[in-house]
Structures are given as structure tokens and as C-alpha cells.
């Protein structure tokens, strides 16, 4: 156990649909990061917070979000779902943001599994 | 920019030895991670390369040369368990931190 959770465990929605997924990082990591990892695909890296500020985007979508709040749980917001974002989503913690020449081990909560239909 | 390469599958024998290997391109460099995924499961760290060399853990070891963006994960005494998958990682320099950027990932069988 990571010690980062994540709800739901399992998401079934149709196209068109919104959705919210929640993460909880460890306790005392002020950073966030959230993955997508479709069907026999790498982990692509989304979006990172720390300390309830964006810090690093990737491939987010437009149609995605996601916010950090004062307690520092996380959620990542995905609305117009296509099937094509059947996917894995994980959320990662780490201590710090991984300053430039730093070390950021990164810990996996156990995942959303969306399931867009 | 970043790109990591890793061979997309492997089989090996319960009780052997493997080697996985991981040659990545980047502006800078802060760094390799290790780390293993069981399917449908959390990724989980194995390791992490800072200076050339090996660095062993067990029946885990890792290698990394920087000056040719090389690194592998050796894998000994191989069991059932071990079958999952492996994903090579490094950190890209971005507005001041570090975003880890994963290789696709490299399938590992392991067979009786």
C-alpha cells in the first residue's frame, strides 16, 4: 500500500458523459501528478499540482481538468467522454515537486479504471 | 525532448537471469527510474540511477552509463511473480521542476 488512495475504483459512463475522479495523496506530499494509461499503453503524463498550483502539463485534452485543493486531495475532471478515454487514470504523490537536479520518487495510488461506453 | 526506448516484450525461464534494456534522449539529465507494473496494478519504484555504474537490490539490479543515455535492469533468479511489466523513466526539466516522462513499458513472461 502507497499510501495514495483513489475513488472510485471502477467508473462505467457513456460518451457525452462528465466525470469526476478523486485522489488522496500521502500524508505530508504536497505534490500531485495524474497519468493516463490506455489498453497495452505506457503511463502519459497529464498534469502535476503542487501545493494547490499547477506545475507541469502534458498531454492534457481540453476537455480535461483538474485542481488541487487547500487539504491537497486532487481531482481530475473529464467531461465530453469519447470512448477512446477508456483508460487506467493514476494518480501519483511525491514529497516535493522535483526541483531541478532533485530526486521525486513517485508513489501510484492504485488507479480509476473508466470504462466509457 | 524527451524519448525513451524499450524493447515492447521479453520471455525468460523461471530461475534465469534477464536483462532489460532502456536507451533514453534528453535535454539534461536528473536521473533514471526503475519501476514495475503488474497488469492493472500501480506501478511500484524499483530504482533510481543518478551516477554511472550498478547499484544492486537484491535479485533486482540496475545500470546506467550517461554518456550513452543507456541504462538496464537486471533481473536474477527469476520467478513467476516476477512477471509484469517494467518501465524504464526520467525526469524532464520543466518551468523550473521535474515531470517524470515513462517508456511504453517493456512485457516480461516468465515461464516454468
Known amino acids: 500500500d502507497s499510501g495514495v488512495t483513489q475513488t472510485p475504483k471502477h467508473l462505467i459512463t457513456a460518451t457525452g458523459q462528465r466525470v469526476t475522479l478523486r485522489c488522496s495523496p500521502r500524508?505530508?506530499?504536497?505534490?500531485v501528478y495524474w497519468y493516463q494509461q490506455s489498453l497495452d499503453q505506457g503511463l502519459q503524463f497529464l498534469i502535476q499540482?503542487?501545493?494547490?498550483?499547477?506545475?507541469a502539463k502534458g498531454n492534457i485534452l481540453e476537455r480535461f481538468s483538474a485542481q488541487q485543493f487547500p487539504d491537497l486531495h486532487s481531482e481530475l475532471n473529464l467531461s465530453s467522454l469519447e470512448l477512446g478515454d477508456s483508460a487506467l487514470y493514476f494518480c501519483?504523490?511525491?514529497?516535493?515537486?522535483?526541483?531541478?537536479?532533485?530526486?521525486?520518487?513517485?508513489?501510484f495510488g492504485p488507479g480509476t479504471r473508466l470504462t466509457v461506453l | 525532448g524527451q524519448n525513451i526506448d524499450q524493447p515492447t516484450e521479453m520471455t525468460a525461464t523461471e530461475g534465469a537471469i534477464v536483462q532489460i534494456n532502456c536507451t533514453y534522449q534528453?535535454?539534461?539529465?536528473?536521473?533514471l527510474f526503475w519501476y514495475q507494473q503488474h497488469a492493472g496494478e500501480a506501478p511500484t519504484f524499483l530504482s533510481y540511477?543518478?551516477?554511472?555504474g550498478l547499484e544492486e537490490k537484491g535479485r533486482f539490479s540496475s545500470f546506467l552509463s550517461r554518456s550513452k543515455g543507456y541504462s538496464y535492469l537486471l533481473l536474477k533468479e527469476l520467478q513467476m511473480k516476477d512477471s509484469a511489466s517494467y518501465l524504464c523513466?526520467?525526469?524532464?526539466?520543466?518551468?523550473?521542476?521535474?515531470?517524470?516522462?515513462f517508456g511504453a513499458g517493456t512485457r516480461l513472461a516468465v515461464h516454468p
Open positions: 501519483a504523490s511525491s514529497p516535493d515537486p522535483g526541483l531541478a537536479g532533485g530526486y521525486n520518487e513517485q508513489f
Open positions: 540511477n543518478v551516477l554511472d
Open positions: 499540482y503542487y501545493n494547490g498550483e499547477e506545475r
Open positions: 523513466a526520467v525526469p524532464m526539466f520543466s518551468g523550473g521542476y521535474n515531470k517524470l516522462i
Open positions: 534528453t535535454s539534461g539529465f536528473n536521473g
Open positions: 500524508s505530508g506530499d504536497l505534490s
